[in-house]
């Protein structure tokens, strides 16, 4: 069983729609990714949210919105999407340098549509 | 640009052969090494990691780097029908706080019964 965790594991919504997809981890990890991957492609890095700041923003249109509110949850807020925006999107921890080699967990994701 | 470069398959091997999966990467400054097994419709699965040179064994699986020719590969002995899923490359960059992966683009194998 994954450590990482979330949900909906589903999702389908309208293009006016406000939604948001959650995930918490409890390994102890600092640092916090979203992904976003379309069928038969890499994932692509979305966000990095390292000790609850914002890190990295991989130029993200402003219709997702992350927060991390606490050091195991974080939030993608989603308003105003596209068809186009339809994927699956993954939550993902890991250690800080200097605790860990790097490696990311996954969640299991959660499988987005936008109508 | 960081890259990293997988042939894409699908790799075809029998049931009880050995599968090798290899993949190279463009930055030298890459610090670790991952393997990610990924079944259809569902996410990512770390099964490997490795950091220095020479080889790595868990089980079945086996993965070797090599950092002066920058090339990492997995190999998968006595492979089943269920190892049959697409496996992702993925190198690792350290920054302060964070990691940040590069993936390549998978390379699909099935493994017939």
């Known amino acids: 069983d994954t450590e990482v965790t979330q949900t909906p594991k589903h999702l389908v919504m309208g293009m006016t729609n406000k939604k948001s997809l959650k995930c918490e981890q409890h390994?102890?990890?600092?640092?916090m990714y979203w992904y976003k991957q379309k069928a038969k492609k890499p994932p692509e890095l979305m966000f990095v949210?390292?000790?609850?700041?914002?890190?990295i923003n991989e130029s993200v249109p402003s219709r997702f919105s992350p927060e991390c509110p606490n050091s195991s949850l974080l939030n993608l807020h989603l308003h105003a999407l596209q068809p186009e925006d339809s994927a699956l999107y993954l939550c993902?921890?890991?250690?800080?340098?200097?605790?860990?080699?790097?490696?990311?967990?996954f969640g299991e994701g959660s499988r987005l549509t936008v109508l | 640009q960081k890259e990293v470069e997988q042939n894409s398959g699908p790799l075809s091997v029998p049931e009880g052969a050995i599968a090798s999966l290899n993949c190279t990467y463009s930055?030298?400054?890459?610090?670790?090494f991952f393997w990610y097994r990924q079944y259809s419709g569902k996410s990512p699965e770390l099964i490997m990691s490795?950091?220095?040179?020479g080889d790595k064994e868990d089980g079945r699986f086996t993965a070797q780097l090599n950092k002066a020719s920058q090339y990492v590969s997995l190999l998968i002995r006595d492979s089943q029908p269920s190892d049959s899923a697409t496996y992702l490359c993925?190198?690792?960059?350290?920054?302060?706080?964070?990691?940040?992966?590069?993936f390549g683009k998978g390379t699909m194998l099935l493994v017939s019964p």
């Open positions: 993902a921890s890991s250690h800080i340098p200097g605790q860990g080699i790097g490696e990311l967990f």
């Open positions: 390994m102890g990890h600092r640092a």
């Open positions: 949210y390292s000790y609850e700041k914002l890190s």
């Open positions: 930055d030298r400054g890459s610090q670790s």
């Open positions: 490795i950091y220095s040179n």
């Open positions: 993925a190198v690792s960059q350290m920054n302060s706080g964070y990691s940040t992966l590069t």
